[in-house]
């Protein structure tokens, strides 16, 4: 007779996360390293008795978090696995309803940013008989639908355990997709609230330690016969690095390559800090953010190697950039290789770098050097808009980039992940992070959280714009709660900086766009708000410094710094020369409209899309 151990499913499924384990390179990580969780009715005698029953602290097993909103949760969650470069994540337990739908916007982040997170929210009895219970959706169409169904399309693997049966292959499934470099994202197992509590006889082989080996597959032999070709044949060449050259750890391989080719390296969002930014290949940040350096070789370039990068419209600006180049495309996900009708490789993006290392090719002379001066000239660019004597957004970036040297800058929406993108310099793959594939206000503070507990040796520098921290400023509390130290830089302008400017370019007049109270011709331009946010920071129990200028802005920082706690530094920008964009991005103007600023705006639109190379 088998061995078996009597659990409940919820039991069961607490055990077997902490005996899972990710390895790559012949080291060992946690795969689930903590659970973060609210409860509700839904996953308290559930969920929440499992984790209290190996003791509830941060020594257990598989360490409790409180958070304190399930959509912050995801984010930190998140956080915390891109920061670990997709070996380790957390899992993330909510209640029925509300709880779990509060999940579904971090699970599209996770999921479009393609990082791993577990998300266990509770469901609707499996029995039915007390049906509708409490938050049940009742759909009359069919009992089988529950809120839990909106977590579908924005997982990589959902699935609903509606009997203990069904747990052990649900699992495997589940920790295979998290560590699959080429699948993984969000996945959901939808508990319901009996079945969490339903004891079951479960082999011990479920709970042996099980290691999941994160695979670096190799290029083909054929496609990398068929890349060196190209290569060969390029003379204008441009690597474009993202995230995935940062999660495969090729950052070392990609150096090496671009060094011996002479080839430029320009970076996306998710890619940025791949090469140290003085790397004499480095030409920055490349798209609708990016420098004048990559954006101009990219309308140059012949042959476009995107390296780990999903070729999203702030890279690509919206197909408008790309002029005269072909596409080799290294990646681990055969749906992004072959995006714009690439040549591809299949591949882990450092096994690939170090495959086609051995061709003999080299770019022309020319165009290196050319990169370089471009490189150089940016970086004279940049260091103008750092040197303002006045605060404005760049000056404030300026001092921290400084003081934050050797920390994580960590930021999402608003204005500011453009301004970062093209100036900030950074010296090591972990030092940058943006989350731009959802580009979502309120991830600053909650992804912070997850930063810092995934690299508790590193500063975490969060920047969070007015708009982002009024969405989502309560995780400042779990923070607090777990001695977490976070330097919070809050940058007031008064509203939505970018999306002003992006009003006003399309004709749109700023609606809505600046927090202000209800004017007498019933706008919304009158009186500024009364809303005091540093005082909003402190009662969530950080500390709070002002800066006023770049001087007290310094000496807060280093303040900030030096103390082991949470603390918000609270800064008033005011408008100034920051860096435009050098490339386009396609945001569909009206066609007809009353306004003259409308129609000006649809004239440079269709002006605009006429370099677009559309579908391919
Ligand atoms: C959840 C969410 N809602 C809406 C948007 C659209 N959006 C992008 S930036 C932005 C304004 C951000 O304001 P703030 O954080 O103050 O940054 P600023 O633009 O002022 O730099 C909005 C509304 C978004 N990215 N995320
Ligand atoms: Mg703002």
Not at 62 to 82: D, F, I, K, S, W
Not at 268 to 295: E, M, N, S
Not at 379 to 389: L, M, S, V
Not at 539 to 557: C, E, I, K, N, W
Request: aromatic share 6%; net charge negative; proline share 5%.
């Amino acid at each position: 007779m088998r061995n078996t151990t009597r659990l409940t499913v919820a039991q069961a499924l607490v055990r077997f996360l902490a005996q899972q384990w990710t390895e790559r390179d012949g080291v060992e990580h946690r795969l689930i390293a903590g659970c973060l969780g609210i409860f509700g009715h839904g996953n308290v005698a559930g969920v929440g008795q499992a984790l209290a029953e190996q003791g509830a602290g941060t020594h257990d097993p598989l360490p409790y978090y409180l958070a304190r909103n399930e959509q912050a949760m995801v984010h930190t969650a998140v956080g915390y696995a891109r920061q670990s470069d997709r070996l380790s994540t957390l899992a993330c337990t909510s209640s029925i309803g509300p709880g779990a739908t509060n999940m579904v916007t971090g699970a599209a982040l996770a999921t479009i940013n393609r990082l791993p997170v577990l998300l266990l929210p509770g469901d609707l009895f499996a029995t039915r008989v007390a049906s509708p219970v409490l938050q049940e959706l009742e759909d009359p169409r069919s009992y089988d639908v529950s809120v839990n169904d909106c977590l579908k399309p924005v997982s990589r693997f959902w699935d609903r355990i509606n009997r203990p049966e069904q747990l052990p292959a649900a699992l495997l499934a589940a920790m295979r997709v998290l560590t699959d470099p080429a699948e993984t994202g969000a996945v959901t197992l939808a508990l319901p609230q009996d079945v969490q509590a339903e004891a079951y006889d479960w082999p011990e082989e479920l709970f042996a330690r099980r290691v999941w080996r994160v695979a670096r597959p190799v290029p083909e032999t054929a496609a990398l016969a068929r890349a060196a070709e190209l290569l060969r044949g390029s003379r204008r060449p441009l690597i474009v690095a993202g995230g995935g050259v940062k999660y495969s750890r090729a950052c070392a391989e990609l150096a090496r390559f671009a060094g011996r080719h002479g080839v430029p390296v320009a970076e996306t969002q998710a890619g940025k800090g791949a090469l140290p930014y003085d790397h004499p290949c480095a030409v920055g940040a490349i798209g609708h953010t990016g420098t004048r350096a990559a954006d101009t070789l990219a309308r140059e370039a012949d042959l476009v190697i995107g390296i780990g990068t999903r070729y999203s419209d702030f890279t690509t600006a919206s197909r408008t950039l790309f002029r005269q180049a072909g596409f080799l495309n290294v990646n681990v996900a055969a749906f992004d290789a072959a995006k714009h009708a690439a040549e591809t490789l299949v591949a882990d993006a450092r096994e690939a770098l170090k495959a086609l290392d051995d061709v003999d090719w080299r770019a022309d002379p020319g165009w290196t050097s050319r990169a370089a001066e471009l490189a150089a000239a940016w970086q004279a660019e940049t260091d103008r808009f750092y040197g303002g004597t006045e605060l404005t957004q760049p000056v404030v970036l300026g001092v921290l980039n400084e003081v934050a040297a050797g920390g994580v800058v960590v930021n999402a929406a608003g204005s500011m992940p453009g301004d970062l993108h093209r100036l900030w310099r950074a010296s090591d793959p972990g030092q940058y992070h943006v989350e731009y594939g959802y580009s979502c206000m309120g991830y600053e503070i909650a992804g912070g959280l997850g930063v810092k507990l995934a690299a508790p040796e590193r500063e975490v520098f969060v920047l969070v714009g007015d708009g982002s921290y009024l969405m989502m400023a309560q995780e400042i509390a779990t923070a607090v709660q777990e001695g977490v130290k976070l330097v919070i830089v809050l940058v007031d302008n008064q509203g939505f900086a970018s999306i002003g400017a992006l009003s006003e370019s399309v004709g749109a007049l700023r609606l809505g766009t600046a927090y202000r109270k209800r004017g007498p011709g019933g706008r919304l331009d009158g009186e500024r708000l009364p809303v005091d946010l540093a005082a909003n920071a402190a009662s969530l129990g950080a500390d709070v410094l002002t800066a006023a200028d770049p001087q007290t802005l310094r000496a807060a920082l280093a303040k900030a710094v030096a103390s082991p706690r949470t603390t918000v530094v609270y800064v008033e920008t005011v408008p100034g020369p920051a860096p435009a964009a050098e490339a386009w991005w396609d945001v569909p103007v009206a066609e007809v409209s009353g306004l003259a600023e409308a129609r000006a705006a649809r004239e440079r639109y269709d002006e605009a899309k006429r370099d677009q190379r559309p579908y391919l």
